[in-house]
């Protein structure tokens, strides 16, 4: 959506600036580096030593060890919040923009009465915030028998306005003659649509899957409020249960931040452009 | 203009399809010709589209009609019933809205919400452009710093909010840190104690959320930093222009849709603020950092209020929506769009 991001760096003029005014730039520069990475620096060192090495403010080498990781997975049901994290993010991802995909396409390429009606109704749902519709939501999944388990975490999380939104806007973009010459050769509107629509829509659908993963990933309240066993826990809200009980037990609270921290990171440093796009795509990433 | 009108998205949709209508018109005599070749099929490529549509539409309108005009509608409702613990247990009428306005918890957990509106919006504004102006300048390295300061953005709330209990907790880090640099300098400096402080826990709030979003704000401003063309530098440079008369009078205006954007999409996430405070401070000590959203959590969790949570979600609302629609006609006076 932003094909100039990141080549137009080289267009910048070099000229005008002194090796006096550089000098300065990158100790700025290299300041706020070292203030954005001092969190992950703390949480790495606390989490390779053990807690007295923390309290007494001396990190020997030969005290490292990775003990740590493995005594968060003995004292917490750790890779049962790992499961349950990846199942629902995978789930969610895959499945809100099939959903969304099949419902954009509808509104950017097929013809039917009450289009542009349902799609402003779809649009003004952006405008409510999410938690006017947490309660009602909470007892729907009541009602289901739904509570505490996948479906709770997964399906409300489905449908989502702002993925129907910019990938119908995506859609739109691409030229019409393609699904005309498409139907003249016999093809059906499924298959314009997967062969079609979804492949030449591969830039937008894959920054959209990168900014829906990390935040199912990350999400919070929805999680919260619908589990309450172990067993249905994703890793955030395990996380934050096991503040409330070891508030000071600092090699284990910063060992279980780097594992929750880390498919994200991983994913962020392989497909780091795509991310940006995703979240400056979305938008929604500022909360 | 592309990024401004995010806020407002109803706006530029225009229908622009005369084309598609004329093509099938166009295209229908020819399923009269004999067989153009084996895979023909000539009703497969005049769909009944009425149909499709809603066929495609089928699974989103379900979970909508469901998970969102449904719900947002039972919110309405619930907001008008009486909840106690066993469940609704008649209607209200107004009385949540009314007990609302002389809720003091209600006013306090909303003057919290301000505060972080007030202090993190502004100061992320600032601090974002004043990074990506940084970055926007011929240097080495630019990829990799940008990638740093974007870094915090990926991270799991709860784990940065984790950290950051540690980092300012009172013998954390910077304690120590701030402790060493007022020896060296013959002070007597400390840190104040931002966890179990009514007085700053709501800082701790502050400089986290800083601290993970700002990288966001600098990617933005960063790409309308780049939009911006040489050429008016240029001219401004011959005519005479310093350094600061060019960024107010160029780089300002220029950007001030970006600057709108980031300025509404912050508040509102600022009015939605959560995680952050609740994972750090539980909202406390004596709810001196709780968001208006944990107060709706609380009373609808904690002591099944769901009635009088629910009518703070559309308290919540009506302001979220009121600012926006407030901002959206006053950015007239300061939103500079090179189209109009």
Known sequence: MRPNEGKEVGTVRRSGMSPARQGILYAILILGSGIMLAPFFVMLVVSLFPNEAFMARRFPLHQMTLGNYLEVFRVLPFGRYFINSAVVTVSVTVLQILISSLAAFAFARLRFRGREALFLLYLATLMIPPQVTLIPNFLIIKTLGWYDSYPALIVPALFSALSTFLLRQYYRGIPLEMDEAARMDGASSLRIWGQIIVPLSWPAISALAVFTFQATWNDFLWPLVVTTTDKMRTIPIGLSYFVGQYSTAWHLLMAGSVIALLPVLVIYFLAQKTFVQGITLTGMGGR | MRKASWTRPGVRQGTGRVSESTLMIHTRHLDARPAAGPRRNPFRWRPDQQWEGYLFLLPSLLGFLIFVFLAVAASLGISFLNWGLTGPQGFAGLDNYRDLLRDPVLWRVFGNTVFYIVTIVPMQL??????????????????????????????????????????????????DLVTGVGALLGLPLSLPD????????????????????????????????????????????????????????????????????????????AFQLFTEPFVMTRGGPAQSSMPVVQYIYDNAFRFTRMGKASAIAWFLFVFIFGFTLVQNIMQRRWVHYETE
Do not use: C
């Open chain 2, 126 to 175: 600032a601090l974002g452009l004043a990074m990506a102006v940084a970055l926007n300048q011929p240097l080495r390295g630019q990829e990799a710093f940008r990638m740093i300061y974007f870094l915090p953005m990926v991270t799991t709330i709860v784990a940065g909010a984790i950290v950051f209990r540690l980092i300012l907790s009172r013998n954390g880090p910077l304690a």
């Open chain 2, 194 to 269: 931002f966890l179990s402080s009514t007085r700053y826990s709501k800082w701790s709030v502050v400089i986290l959320t800083l601290w993970k979003n700002t990288g966001f704000t600098m990617v933005i401003y960063l790409a309308a930093l780049q939009g911006v063309p040489q050429e008016l530098y240029d001219a401004a440079h011959v005519d005479g222009a310093n350094a600061w008369q060019r960024f107010r009078h160029i780089t300002l205006p220029l950007i001030s849709p970006t600057t709108f954007f980031l300025f509404i999409l912050q508040t509102i996430g």
